[in-house]
């Protein structure tokens, strides 16, 4: 089975302008999460989407956002980006979204940087 | 969320054993161990998991003390590809609740 795959790998933004990411999860998971990484915050929860429905979220501003789609890809959208935005962000992907077997898997992540 | 404590850094000779170390002191009765770690340039990779026995998988065995409020993760036999920050983290068995708690990990160099 192909693994998450994340579009773009980098991407170059100028404060204040928005963004969109997308991961495309493993075929078959339904529940799709991700993650923000950075040097200073480690990695931190954004929200996680299943059936294209927002089922649990982190604590960032509402200038985060995403969706997910019937065919359970997803995006994340960041809009008036800021300096502090700068980050790997992490889109993880798991079958039902039933812990504790229901593992996570990653994708390479997108490297955002914000100018 | 219950929090975890793990050393910050750990280095070990390649082809000997590695044992990482994890606090857990206020784990709950129904929470499970689980363990990620993170290659350099790429995301979290599931390692293993646990609720109260030992277990053993390809990559790895994970001892958990019989009072629940620490673990080991052990690499039998550490290769150079072996580096990488290791998270141990806390989950819930809770249909739906996804979140993962990452905290600040160990990051293991092994030493060729």
């Known amino acids: 089975k192909a693994g998450v795959t994340q579009t773009p790998r980098y991407l170059i933004k100028t404060r204040g302008q928005q963004v969109t990411l997308s991961c495309s999860p493993i075929?078959?998971?339904?529940?799709v999460s991700w993650y923000q990484q950075t040097p200073g915050q480690g990695l931190q929860f954004l929200f996680e989407y299943f059936s294209e429905t927002q089922r649990n979220k982190g604590n960032f501003p509402g200038r985060f956002s995403g969706r997910q789609f019937s065919n359970s890809r997803s995006e994340m959208n960041v809009s008036t980006l800021e300096l502090g935005d700068s980050a790997l962000y992490l889109c993880?992907?798991?079958?039902?979204?039933?812990?504790?077997?229901?593992?996570?898997?990653f994708g390479p992540g997108t490297r955002l940087t914000v100018l | 969320d219950a929090k975890t404590t793990q050393p910050n850094s750990m280095e070990s000779n390649e082809e000997e054993p590695v044992h990482l170390p994890c606090n857990h002191s206020?784990?709950?009765?129904?929470?499970?161990i689980h363990w990620y770690r993170q290659l350099p340039s790429q995301g979290p990779e599931y390692v293993i998991h646990g609720l109260t026995s030992n277990v053993n998988n390809r990559m790895a065995s994970l001892a958990i003390a019989e009072d629940r409020k620490s673990s080991t993760l052990i690499l039998h036999r550490a290769t150079l590809r072996d580096a990488a920050v290791y998270y141990c983290i806390l989950r819930g068995q809770v249909f739906g609740n996804e979140k993962l708690t990452f905290g600040t990990g160990t990051r293991l160099t092994i030493i060729p």
């Open positions: 075929s078959g998971h339904r529940s």
């Open positions: 206020t784990i709950s009765g129904t929470d499970y």
């Open positions: 993880a992907s798991s079958l039902q979204g039933a812990p504790p077997g229901d593992t996570q898997y």
